[in-house]
């Protein structure tokens, strides 16, 4: 069974930092680019980051530049998000996801990806 597990979120103040991580299994690791996505409610789920299959590819948003993160440890079939510096409008359910990809490119959309956890709840208090 293909299943992606979320952890790390929780309450956190402004200025603070959360380490959220995403262990894959039932699938290649190495095989998928992965990504990070949130969403808030009322709101579009919104791509955050993106890692191709061997981690030498990576994009962030804008908002999140200089500020988070992501790498995986395909030995692990681990995906990580570190987000320092942490802001309110952060403040969201973020999800992992994977989509098969043997280039060293990952996908911005949303729509590429056809795996995906259950979330973990970041909360940013100011």
């Known amino acids: 069974q293909v299943q992606l597990t979320e952890s790390g979120g929780g309450l956190v103040q402004a200025g603070g930092s959360l380490r959220l991580s995403c262990t894959a299994s039932g699938l290649n690791f190495d095989h998928y680019a992965m990504a990070w996505f949130r969403q808030t409610p009322g709101k579009e789920r919104e791509g955050v980051s993106c890692i191709s299959n061997n981690g030498r590819t990576t994009s962030l948003l804008d908002s999140v530049e200089g500020r988070f993160t992501i790498s995986r440890e395909n030995a692990k079939n681990t995906l990580y998000l570190q987000m320092n510096s942490l802001e309110p409008e952060d403040t969201a359910m973020y999800y992992c996801?994977?989509?098969?990809?043997?280039?060293?490119?990952?996908?911005?959309?949303?729509?590429?990806?056809?795996?995906w956890g259950q979330g973990t709840q970041v909360t940013v208090s100011s």
């Open positions: 996801a994977a989509a098969p990809n043997l280039g060293s490119w990952c996908y911005s959309s949303q729509f590429e990806y056809d795996v």
